[in-house]
């Protein structure tokens, strides 16, 4: 069992660049979300999905977007690269939102020059 | 946005020393979670506590949810080299739509 599945592991972007970061589950769970985490701050919420077709954000979402076209896939896209995007970014999964807890990718970590 | 206050932020113990952490919230909370993060990883489920006063144990950590449900401690016994990383408390409101909410980190090393 992969489990939650983050691609890439580590990549350098310019400011203004875009990307996407990946984030496949094999679970069948319903809930994915994104976390970025920084030094002191923990783990903050950018987006979440409850299921296929629904994305909400979550406490930091300006310049990020999602889409959940599939219960597996919940991609994270970053339009316009600035340098307070530089971070390591986590996906993460669970059965339902209210009563299983997260399980999470093994992160990806972005440069912004 | 509202976050966990979680202590110590870093701590060097000696192997076979007992650890431990605490997290606390100005909110309730219904469940809280403990993690552990070690390098270039994402955070794995060491516990969860889901009823106030509950006292869990996996192997040698034990957690338990504060009567008041506004806190949450973890305990490591007799730490082993492998017990080396960050240890996140999460908490969250199940049956609303409170996101899950994080501490900051206590990141442990333990020397022989």
């Known amino acids: 069992n992969a489990g939650v599945t983050q691609t890439p592991k580590f990549q350098v972007l310019k400011t203004g660049q875009s990307m996407t970061l990946q984030c496949a589950q094999d679970m069948n769970h319903e809930y994915m979300s994104w976390y970025r985490q920084d030094p002191g701050m923990g783990l903050r919420l950018i987006h979440y999905s409850v299921g296929a077709g629904i994305t909400d954000q979550g406490e930091v979402p300006n310049g990020y977007n999602v889409s959940r076209s599939t219960t597996e896939d919940f991609p994270l896209r970053l339009l316009l690269a600035a340098p307070s995007q530089t971070s390591v970014y986590f996906c993460?999964?669970?059965?339902?939102?209210?009563?299983?807890?997260?399980?999470f990718g093994n992160g990806t970590r972005l440069t912004v020059t | 946005g509202q976050q966990l206050n979680q202590s110590p932020q870093s701590m060097f113990i000696q192997e076979g020393e007992d650890v431990s952490m605490n997290c606390t919230s100005s909110?309730?909370?219904?469940?809280w979670l403990w993690y552990k993060q070690d390098p270039g990883e994402g955070p794995v489920l060491l516990i969860a506590?889901?009823?106030?006063?509950e006292l869990t144990s996996n192997g040698r950590l034990t957690a338990q949810f504060g009567i008041t449900r506004k806190d949450s401690f973890l305990n490591i016994s007799a730490s082993i080299p492998s017990d080396v990383g960050i240890y996140f408390c999460a908490a969250q409101n199940t049956g609303t739509a409170s996101k899950l909410t994080f501490g900051t980190g206590t990141r442990l090393q333990v020397t022989l």
């Open positions: 993460a999964s669970s059965y339902t939102k209210t009563t299983s807890p997260l399980h």
């Open positions: 506590l889901y009823k106030a006063g």
């Open positions: 909110s309730i909370f219904n469940t």
